[in-house]
């Protein structure tokens, strides 16, 4: 991913020295739902009698907040505009924290209850994109997207931080143009983001499809 932004960065110098066309900077605000499919694998462990387990399940965050910075060219002969998006802060996946409780037939912990919990959350979410007009101020967006991913357990060994992970955005927006000065844009925006999976220490295993599907209005200068 750091090459596709490296890549980006060198596109927008080399474009803007060769064709004429504007810069643009602005702000964002996104309001956006958080879907996630999960698999959790355990492994047997080292007492005698235990077995593999599976578990599936979704969960969802809907109605998050979020607001971005960006910095784009858009280029005059065909107003393709490419740029970079980055939204700091974080959000849990799941609106609540996901918890059970269960009670080990053997081992150390033999007919005490535990309460396992857990939770991830995505944050520092970084897209490089492009967007092609295709009637009068309507236009699709395409472009790749980075996003750091942790974990928040307790009542099993700990998962640690998954590696950022990479997904594809898409999307359609309405804009008021390209004329200097002030603009605004309006999108319905996908993140679909490759499966993620983290490992415990005991070698456990948890993976998980993550989708964002919301409405962002920006307001962009145009210079």
């Known amino acids: 991913m750091k090459k596709i932004f490296l890549s980006l960065a060198a596109t927008l110098l080399i474009t803007s020295s060769a064709y004429a066309g504007q810069w643009g900077v602005g702000v964002a ?12 694998t355990t492994t047997a462990g080292t007492v005698g009698g235990g077995s593999a387990n599976t578990n599936k399940g979704s969960v969802s965050h809907d109605g998050v907040l979020s607001g971005a910075l960006f910095v784009q060219y858009t280029m005059d002969a065909y107003p393709v505009t490419v740029g970079f998006d980055y939204t700091p802060g974080s959000a849990d996946i799941s ?3 996901q918890s059970r409780t269960e009670t080990p037939t053997s081992g150390d912990n033999a007919s005490s209850s535990t309460d396992f919990k857990a939770n991830a959350e995505i944050e520092n979410l970084m ?3 492009v967007e092609i007009p295709v009637y009068n101020n ?31 955005t898409y999307g359609i927006g309405l804009s008021s143009g390209n004329d200097s000065g002030l603009g605004y844009k309006i999108a319905y925006e996908v993140i679909d983001f490759d499966t993620i999976e983290v490992k415990s220490s005991s070698s456990n295993k948890v993976s998980g499809d993550i989708d964002t599907a919301g409405v962002k209005v920006s307001v962009v200068y145009n210079f």
């Open 29 to 40: 605000g996104s309001f956006f739902n958080i879907d996630a499919d999960v698999t959790e």
């Open 95 to 97: 609106k609540k924290m």
């Open 127 to 129: 897209t490089a994109y």
């Open 138 to 168: 309507v236009y699709l967006k395409g472009g790749y997207t980075q996003v750091d991913v942790n974990t928040n357990e307790s009542g099993m060994n700990s998962y640690g931080n998954a590696s950022s992970e990479e997904g594809i």
